[in-house]
């Protein structure tokens, strides 16, 4: 199962700009690759740790701007269309526990 984020949050102040910055971090400390700006997914084994990773989240989310959630199983993952632009990826998307490169 995958874990999407994707929030748009004021940057306005620096008081704003710090919160901004202290989630993004949070999310990439757990885990979570940033996909394009403000949407980051993660690999989870199940639906029980992909709904424990979703508490975690909405315990840390920003009070202002707009935060959204949404589990995907990995067939729907696979079904992305990339309509334009390359697919890159830098870090390993694979679901497999062992992966040996």
Do not use: H, W
């Amino acid at each position: 199962m995958r874990v999407f984020v994707i929030f748009d949050l004021p940057t306005l102040t620096v008081s704003e700009r710090r919160i901004y910055r202290n989630f993004r971090q949070y999310l990439i400390k757990n885990g979570f690759i940033m996909m394009q700006e403000s949407v980051y997914s993660k690999i989870t084994l199940n639906a029980t740790a992909a709904k424990s990773v979703v508490e975690s989240i909405r315990k840390n989310a920003p009070v202002k701007g707009s935060v959204m959630l949404m589990i995907v199983t990995e067939k729907q993952y696979e079904n992305i269309e990339y309509i334009t632009g390359d697919f890159k990826s830098e870090f390993v998307t694979s679901p497999e526990k062992l992966v040996v490169l």
